[in-house]
């Protein structure tokens, strides 16, 4: 799908041709589209297909008429009914004239910019537009590390009482979004050092301060990153031996019950195989059978008195 944007009269309105100024969002192109738009632009199809692979590394790269700018942004998947956490590459073409972005599917970081609500967002102001989009791209980051901390802090509430692999299950997966982000907020980084020694992107004062700001979000989003991974890392190694000792708790109290319970069915077992029952006791008596229901009901309670003061219970 290709998207035309420009900002006029001081608001974003989609048009149906290109024009100077202009942003152009590709979603997901089709190869036909994609041929277009590199024989109209005069741009490299592998570079436009380059962000099309969610296996793509970040990077910046100069050529005669333009420079791409490669970078990971955060995504949300759903698996099993539940919202996971990965990262797909998002890549950013400045020609002279405006500026492309190409990615697999509509991400959260570009959807506010067509909707006209980021602030002092202008089409045609090409370096303003890309720091904008990098430092919209960081907060996403940080906005997703905190649902992940908070989602970490409701699988430890549950792991508490846990006896299954569910919760662990969860842990890992949470874990693994949060090894994607770290890896791609390092090679964001890299892309953000380099970005400040290309001559082709063009660097104006005014921008100065957006430009600190991306790269002190970025840094943020690493070090958030880096923490909530070895506090997650080592709350699962904490949990599983919980989760262990939660069933060695029930495998001792089901252990207790079969030895209390075992008492009656011995005596039952006795008086219940085929022998003479002269010699059996109480066997005469019209209450023998009251008697040794609460014999062994005497029984059982000193048996399960006597493994409570031992703290087996």
């Known amino acids: 799908m290709v998207r035309i944007f420009k900002t006029i009269d001081g608001s974003i309105h989609q048009i149906q041709e290109p024009q100077e100024g202009c942003w152009i969002a590709l979603t997901n192109p089709t190869a036909t589209e994609i041929f277009e738009i590199s024989e109209q632009f005069e741009i490299e199809v592998d570079d436009l297909r380059a962000p099309l692979d969610e296996e793509e590394r970040s990077r910046i790269e100069v050529e005669d008429n333009y420079t791409l700018i490669l970078v990971d942004v955060p995504m949300i998947e759903e698996r099993n009914d539940k919202d996971w956490y990965g990262t797909i590459p998002l890549g950013i073409i400045v020609t002279d004239k405006m500026i492309l972005t190409t990615c697999l599917e509509d991400t959260q970081v570009l959807t506010r910019f067509m909707e006209g609500r980021v602030r002092n967002f202008f089409t045609y102001m090409k370096t303003r537009f890309i720091l904008q989009i990098l430092y919209r791209n960081a907060s996403m980051y940080l906005r997703y590390l905190r ?88 709350m699962m190694d904490a949990f599983a031996s919980v989760i262990s000792n939660n ?40 209450w023998g059978f009251l008697i040794i229901i609460l014999l062994c009901c005497a029984i059982s309670f000193i048996a399960a008195l006597i493994l409570s003061k031992k703290k087996f219970f």
């Open 247 to 286: 069933l060695n708790i029930v495998m001792k109290v089901l252990a207790i019950i079969t030895i209390v319970m075992s008492i009656p069915t011995i005596v039952f077992s006795a008086y219940g195989m085929n022998v003479n029952t002269a010699g059996m006791p109480f066997a005469s008596s019209p």
């Open 147 to 234: 649902i992940i901390d908070k989602k970490s802090e409701q699988v430890e509430e549950k792991l508490h009482l846990s006896t299954r692999n569910q919760e662990l299950i969860e842990l890992l997966e949470l874990e693994k979004s949060l090894v994607y982000f770290t890896t791609s907020l390092r090679s964001n980084e890299v892309v953000l050092e380099k970005l400040l020694k290309v001559e082709s992107i063009k660097q104006y004062p005014e921008d100065t301060e957006l430009l600190e700001d991306v790269i002190i979000e970025n840094k943020q989003a690493i070090e958030m990153a880096n923490i909530y991974s070895g506090i997650l890392s080592g």
